[in-house]
């Protein structure tokens, strides 16, 4: 069972390369900025919460982040299994999650920690675009679009998120640092702990992740 957690600072590549390891190896990619993002913009009432928190760079509720994956990881999609990016981001979210695992039979096996120093995060973040359509990713040096402001994939207008600005990823970066880098002890404890280099070229990612998910 191919059943992945992605951990690393905003800008580390969790999405980028979540998005493909879930489309080599046939499984569902569970994104909780993702799903955030996709209730802000249909104003439902957790979106509506949610964007009180992320707009400041902030955590999202433990009890409402939860649930929510709680619900997703119990869909049928995930039985064969599933990777989880931006999930579990405090030791809350972790224990729960081992729990939910175990309860649904669908524990998690395999952690990867993407490692990059933070003046390229940086550099990364401010220089992000994302698919206002589909939410690829791409950045204006290292990743461009083929045509200027357009996604490669769907053709969609490129937009630059809200809380993509050096002040707000300043809270997001102590957030970071305070609550989800425990995790990385948390993990290599029970031995599911893998570390890659976030920096390389993304074959060469592609690569080291392959070797460990065999
Ligand atoms: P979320 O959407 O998860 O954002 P994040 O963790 O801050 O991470 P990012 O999406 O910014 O970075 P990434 O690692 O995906 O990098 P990417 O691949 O795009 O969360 C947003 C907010 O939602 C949080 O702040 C919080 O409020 C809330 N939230 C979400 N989950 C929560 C939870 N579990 N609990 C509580 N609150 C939660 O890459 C970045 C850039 O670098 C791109 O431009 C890309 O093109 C480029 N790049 C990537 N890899 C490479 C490479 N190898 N070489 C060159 N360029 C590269
Ligand atoms: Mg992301």
Redesign the pocket.
């Known amino acids: 069972m191919k059943s992945i957690i992605?951990l690393?600072?905003?800008?580390?590549?969790?999405?980028?390369?979540?998005k493909r390891i879930c489309a080599s190896y046939n499984i569902p990619h569970i994104?909780?900025?993702?799903m955030?993002?996709e209730a802000i913009k249909n104003k439902t009432p957790l979106g509506e919460l949610?964007n009180s928190?992320?707009s400041k760079?902030?955590?999202?509720?433990?009890d409402v982040?939860i649930g929510l994956?709680k619900e997703r990881l119990s869909k049928d999609d995930c039985k064969d299994g599933y990777l989880l990016?931006?999930?579990?981001?405090?030791i809350a979210?972790a224990e729960a999650l081992e729990n939910i695992g175990k309860e649904l039979n669908r524990e998690v096996k395999y952690v990867i920690n993407?490692v990059v120093p933070e003046n390229i995060l940086v550099e990364?973040?401010t220089?992000?675009?994302?698919c206002s359509k589909c939410g690829a990713?791409?950045?204006i040096k290292?990743?461009p679009p083929k045509v200027e402001g357009k996604c490669d994939l769907c053709g969609g207008d490129l937009i630059q998120?809200k809380?993509?600005n050096e002040e707000t990823l300043r809270t997001?970066l102590s957030?970071?640092h305070q609550n989800t880098m425990p995790l990385v002890k948390f993990y290599s404890k029970v031995n599911k702990l893998h570390e890659v280099d976030?920096?390389?070229?993304?074959e060469e990612?592609m690569k080291d992740i392959n070797a460990i998910l065999g």
């Open positions: 992605l690393g600072a905003p800008g580390a590549g969790k999405g980028t390369n979540a994104s909780t900025g993702d955030f993002r949610a928190y992320i760079g902030a955590l999202v509720p433990d982040t994956v990016d931006g999930f579990p981001r405090t979210q993407f990364r973040i220089g992000r675009r994302v990713p791409y950045h290292n990743m998120r809380d993509d997001r957030e970071y976030g920096t390389k070229p993304l990612l």
